[in-house]
Every structure is written in C-alpha cells, then in structure tokens.
C-alpha cells in the first residue's frame, strides 16, 4: 500500500465544487481514497446534505479525524488569481476555495492515517467525521452524526477538528474548544413615500445603519482564557428596493457573533436585545420606528 499524496488529494477534492449544500463529488473522492485503505465507509445523508463515516479497526482506543468538504461561495471568480476551483499550485501554494478551509486539511488526515496504517502503528482503530454541512446551516452535519454514532453505540476516546487555527505561522496554535455561533436578522419597519416628500414617509435605512454601527462598535468582551474576544461582524444589508425615487417601507440587515465561552446563546440574546433598546432610545426619532430581531442559534458553545 503507498502513502497517500497529501497534495493531489487536496487538489482532488478542491476541484469538487462542493458549495453548501452542494457535494459535486468531493466525498466520493475521499471515499474511495478511503476504502483503498481498509476503512469500512457509511454515507449519512439527512435532508438534503451528504455526510461520511467511515473507520479502520473496531477497537479501542478510537481516534477520530473530523471535518467538513463543503465550501462558502467563491464570490467574483472574475477576481481571483487562479480559478478558485482549478486547484493549481504556483509559487510554492496551492490555491482554490477549500485550502485552508478545509480540504487540504482532510487530505492530510488521509495521508497520515494511510502512513500509520502502512507502519501498523494503529492499536485502536481510526474513523474520520466528515460533514457536508458546515458553513451552511449546520444542522444536518456533525450534530447529526453524533446523534447515529450515539444510537450505534460507538464511542470517540479522541478527535482532531482540521479547522484552519494557526493566526500567523503553521503550528503556532492548537484550540482547545469551540465558539458559539448566532446568527440575527434585523428588521427596521417605516413608512414608505415618494423621496421628494420625505416629510410625509419614515425612512428606516438611517436607523437601521445606526443600529448597525451601534453593535458593531460596542465590544462584548475583552476575551477568555484560550479564546479571542467575541466578536459581532454584519454579513448583509437588504432594502430590496427597485425605485430609486421611492422611500423604502423595511430595511434588514443579518449579521453573525461569534461568542467565547463568557457568554450562552442565551445571555448574547439578550445582550444583543438590551443594545437595541439602547440604541433605539439614543434617537428620538428611532422610537418611532418598528424594529424586530430574529435570532438563530445555529452552533452551541462547547
């Protein structure tokens, strides 16, 4: 059996457009790399996302790789250096959308679980965890997986997440948890009108940015043993208006916390609703407008 090339598997699976919820073949590469090896694979597919499971030997201890194939979308192609799913290597990097985040990674997994199994060094036995649903929604993934492991009764004594954590060289940091994860829509209600008599309309995008500006400019905290501050970035503003001379009626915006271990959905809930409050009354003229927040935990704190 010969070692598997962590490159070209990378390569491989970046060349899968695996867009959420989208698998374009990227677990059947990692797959059949893995039967080749002796691994005993079972596709998972809740709703409509794909996940994988797959393990060599059945004893303990269980040592398990986990991870996800799909991928956020690339954006303007137009303004990449290097198509983002051509996978090419120049320069001494390989570049394609799943690199760093985190197909390369899987493909070292699958190296060095091919180089232990070819050295026979593997005493228990190893899986790997692999969802096609981690920068989506994130509930037809790893919480579901754990949930059919559970009912199979197999138990992980161990497990490496191959997320991207190194801020500055290769090696500089292992993470020893996970952030939270929310996501909120706001919505701020006014009246619509014609823009050439604002008086008689209530025009919501003022407020909404200064509700926006608010958040983002207030620190939740100074961080936590281990992790980085928490951190409120805004991913979307939609007015969805296709007048340019008519006031809009609704103004929404969505963005993402990601929040240490200071903080529960719970408490980032209702700091988030305590902000509002408080921005809505810094302006007299925002009390008069309706607004709404919608929040999705999608990713408990573990």
């Known amino acids: 059996?010969?070692?598997?090339?962590?490159?070209?598997?990378?390569?491989?699976?970046?060349?899968?457009?695996?867009?959420?919820?989208?698998?374009?073949?990227?677990?059947?590469?990692?797959?059949?790399?893995?039967?080749?090896?002796?691994?005993?694979?079972?596709?998972?597919?809740?709703?409509?996302?794909?996940?994988?499971?797959?393990?060599?030997?059945?004893?303990?201890?269980?040592?398990?790789f986990a991870g996800h194939t799909d991928v956020v979308p690339p954006g303007n192609e137009a303004r990449w250096s290097s198509a983002p799913f051509d996978a090419e290597v120049k320069d001494g990097f390989l570049w394609g959308r799943g690199a760093a985040d985190m197909k390369s990674a899987i493909a070292a997994f699958a190296s060095a679980a091919s180089s232990a199994i070819k050295k026979?060094?593997?005493?228990?036995?190893?899986?790997?965890?692999?969802?096609?649903?981690?920068?989506?929604?994130?509930?037809?993934?790893?919480?579901?997986?754990?949930?059919?492991?559970?009912?199979?009764?197999?138990?992980?004594?161990?497990?490496?997440?191959?997320?991207?954590?190194?801020?500055?060289?290769?090696g500089d940091m292992i993470k020893v948890g996970r952030r939270g994860s929310i996501n909120s829509w706001l919505t701020v209600t006014g009246k619509q009108g014609h823009v050439a008599y604002p008086h008689r309309a209530d025009n919501p995008i003022p407020a909404l940015l200064r509700k926006l500006l608010h958040l983002s400019e207030t620190p939740l905290d100074d961080g936590y043993e281990r992790f980085q501050p928490s951190s409120l970035q805004i991913t979307d503003?939609?007015?969805?208006?296709?007048?340019?001379?008519i006031i809009p009626e609704q103004a929404t915006a969505r963005f993402n916390i990601r929040f240490n271990p200071t903080w529960t959905g719970a408490t980032i809930e209702a700091w988030l609703r305590t902000q509002l409050i408080a921005s809505a009354l810094s302006s007299a003229h925002d009390t008069n407008l309706k607004q709404s927040c919608r929040v999705k935990h999608f990713l408990p704190r573990i």
């Open 1 to 64: 059996m010969s070692e598997i090339d962590p490159i070209e598997l990378s390569r491989a699976l970046i060349r899968r457009p695996s867009i959420t919820p989208a698998d374009a073949g990227a677990l059947g590469v990692l797959e059949d790399t893995l039967n080749a090896l002796g691994f005993s694979c079972t596709r998972l597919r809740f709703e409509d996302i794909d996940n994988l499971y797959a393990r060599f030997g059945t004893g303990a201890p269980h040592f398990c």
């Open 120 to 170: 026979g060094a593997v005493t228990g036995s190893l899986s790997f965890m692999i969802t096609g649903d981690e920068e989506g929604q994130a509930i037809n993934g790893t919480r579901k997986i754990l949930g059919w492991l559970q009912e199979q009764e197999i138990e992980i004594d161990h497990c490496l997440v191959g997320e991207p954590s190194n801020p500055d060289v290769m």
């Open 237 to 245: 503003i939609h007015i969805g208006n296709p007048a340019h001379n």
